[in-house]
């Protein structure tokens, strides 16, 4: 059975019925919204045709209340939606083979230290949040990832421009690996002269003929210090992962392997799994896009994992 298959079962037997009791909890809150709204206007119009300024200043106190009431319901709907589904995904995920248990907390983040470790980006990052930490164990690795909104203040336009939004994810190999690889989408490579003027005064030089794979050699530029064997650490499979998910979802795909470190960025314009309000939260393709996001990220440390 291929995963997408297993997935599906496993959706529809135990995320599924969490999703159901999650929507029923979306459409009491939408009654409750709407009847508070219908109920407020009246309580408005009552006191503007009545004119009585201590009973205003009265219902206004209550109104305020309320409204802070309404903002408490619909926060902790939001709060409790998405670490209620993405634990069972990460149930689903640690069961695999090679695959230790993985935990989850929605307020950690990764420290800014070990973004700027990661050289795939040269930023002051005057902006860095980040939300939905997860950390785990692929073979023998442990790794770490969150989302991450990171944006430097430009002077010159008086406004932060983006750096980078989306999961970034660091792991660590129990050995040291010889060399230093980073790896970014020669689309943007106009915006990421500084990232390769810093890596090229650590000795790094563009390697893009040692990677055989033309489509990836299209997509990436690859730059990597002299005494790094540039196959053997960038493997023919992981490549191919590499492509045919850039390809599938669109989405920029960074990564740098700095000794026993590996250091991988996938953008991601919003928030992951975040739900809605006003419309359904039961969707296969919602959780199926965080699931498949996580898939890459484990199987590339995997693949590293297995051939190192």
């Not at 750096?163 to 689309?187: C, M, Q, S, T």
């Not at 033309?214 to 064997?229: G, K, L, S, V």
Request: proline share 4%; hydrophobic share 45%.
């Amino acid at each position: 059975m291929n995963p997408l298959d297993k997935f599906r079962i496993y959706y529809n037997h135990t995320m599924h019925p969490e999703l159901m009791r999650m929507e029923r909890k979306r459409v009491r809150l939408l009654r409750l919204l709407f009847f508070s709204g219908l109920a407020l206007t009246g309580v408005i119009i009552f006191e503007l045709n009545i004119s009585i300024l201590p009973l205003t200043l009265t219902m206004g106190i209550f109104i305020a209340l309320y409204l802070i009431y309404l903002g408490y319901e619909v926060r902790r709907f939001l709060q409790t939606f998405k670490p209620n589904v993405l634990n069972l995904l990460l149930t689903f995920i640690s069961a695999e083979p090679n695959m230790g248990k993985m935990t989850y907390d929605a307020k950690r983040l990764i420290p800014k230290s070990t973004f700027f470790d990661s050289k795939i980006f040269a930023t002051d990052a005057q902006i860095y949040e980040g939300e939905d930490y997860i950390s785990g164990r692929v073979g023998e690795m442990d790794f770490e990832l969150c989302e991450l909104n990171v944006r430097d203040f430009s002077v010159v336009r008086n406004r932060t421009n983006y750096v980078f939004k989306g999961v970034f994810l660091h792991a660590i190999f129990p050995e040291d690996v010889r060399g230093n690889i980073v790896i970014w989408p020669r689309e943007f490579k106009q915006y990421l002269s500084r990232s390769i003027r810093e890596f090229t005064w650590m000795g790094g030089e563009n390697v893009d003929e040692e990677v055989l794979n033309p489509a990836f050699r299209a997509m990436f530029m690859t730059f990597a210090t002299d005494d790094t064997h540039v196959v053997g650490i960038l493997s023919d499979p992981m490549q191919e992962a590499i492509i045919e998910y850039c390809n599938t979802t669109g989405k920029e795909i960074y990564i740098s392997f700095l000794g026993k470190n590996i250091y991988l960025a996938v953008t991601e314009p919003r928030d992951l799994l975040e739900p809605y309000i006003f419309r359904t939260n039961l969707s296969f393709e919602l959780v199926r896009g965080f699931w498949r996001d996580l898939e890459l990220l484990i199987k590339i440390v995997q693949d590293f994992d297995q051939t190192h």
